[in-house]
């Protein structure tokens, strides 16, 4: 099974240019995709629906959508009356397999005035796959405050760790006609984490005390197998090299560590200052 994880920028790419087509181009043959920065109206892409854009691109997959960030200021139409529309920007997670119960996890933030900050979330997508149901949790956190990230990282953690004994979107659901969905163990977190390994926010994601991950907290792709080459980027500046960064993560539930294979990240890809980053799981 493949999967991929690619924070779209609104699909704006490095040349300054808005091309859906390049996104779904990059993460197309994947199994499970996951993307941030999904938006719907938003000025800087002359108002596109990505979600809409990108299922119709990308006709072979199951999708679900999650908005972190919702707001109308009120506009009308001519004669007064309400366009609803909503400038939404979140996580989107398609699936070639069925998603057969989502949820949006409102991750913490603070008030900030220097720097604008918009409520991130995490997209949580139950997925029957080949293999077994397994939780895939599409990412965004903070871009600009460590201390922000700390406070996501953990209640992040803490609603993972959570799914079994709250029974996901529903339980009791032979109540409402529907079949009772699994609670896997399994779980795969994949986004942009904006923050790079060593710093407090991910020594917390990897539960790392002394410089040794112990516990049952979640492994980073990047630590098994080969790994990644020395200087590996996940963002790109092209006016400024030196900014470059490896901010996009994958982390799995441990039990799924071993199956985790081919690790890689897709230098080619023009569509958004990030890089679309790929792994394997058996």
């Not at 990059?26 to 800087?44: H, K, M, P, S």
């Not at 029957?128 to 990412?139: E, F, K, L, W």
């Not at 460590?146 to 709250?166: D, M, N, P, S, T």
């Not at 009772?180 to 984490?193: A, I, S, Y």
């Amino acid at each position: 099974m493949k999967l991929v994880t690619y924070n779209t920028q609104y699909g704006v790419g490095r040349d300054d240019k808005y091309d859906l087509a390049r996104i779904a181009g990059a993460v197309d043959g994947a199994d499970i995709i996951a993307l941030q920065e999904v938006t719907r109206n938003f000025a800087r892409n002359d108002g596109a629906d990505m979600v809409e854009g990108l299922a119709a691109l990308l006709p072979g997959y199951f999708t679900a959508f999650g908005p972190a960030m919702d707001i109308d200021f009120g506009a009308v139409d001519g004669e007064g009356r309400p366009l609803n529309k909503r400038f939404q920007l979140g996580n989107m997670v398609l699936s070639r397999y069925p998603i057969v119960a989502s949820r949006n996890h409102l991750l913490p933030r603070t008030l900030r005035f220097s720097r604008g900050n918009l409520q991130r979330a995490a997209l949580e997508a139950l997925v029957m796959a080949p293999s077994g149901p397994i939780r895939i949790y599409c990412v965004h956190l903070d871009h600009v405050s460590a201390a922000e990230r700390i406070l996501q990282v953990a209640h992040l953690k803490e609603r993972v760790f959570a799914y079994a004994g709250e029974g996901g979107v529903i339980s009791g659901a032979a109540e409402y006609g529907f079949p009772e969905p699994p609670r896997p163990e399994g779980f795969v977190l994949m986004g942009d984490f904006n923050m790079e390994r060593g710093s407090p926010e991910y020594g917390l994601m990897v539960g790392e005390r002394d410089g040794a991950a112990k516990g049952a907290d979640p492994v980073d792709i990047y630590s098994l197998g080969d790994g990644l080459p020395e200087g590996a980027v996940s963002r790109v500046d092209d006016a400024r090299p030196q900014d470059n960064c490896l901010i996009d993560f994958a982390f799995v539930e441990k039990s799924l560590a071993g199956r985790v294979g081919k690790v890689r990240i897709d230098r080619e890809a023009m569509g958004s200052d990030h890089l679309p980053v790929w792994f394997e799981l058996a």
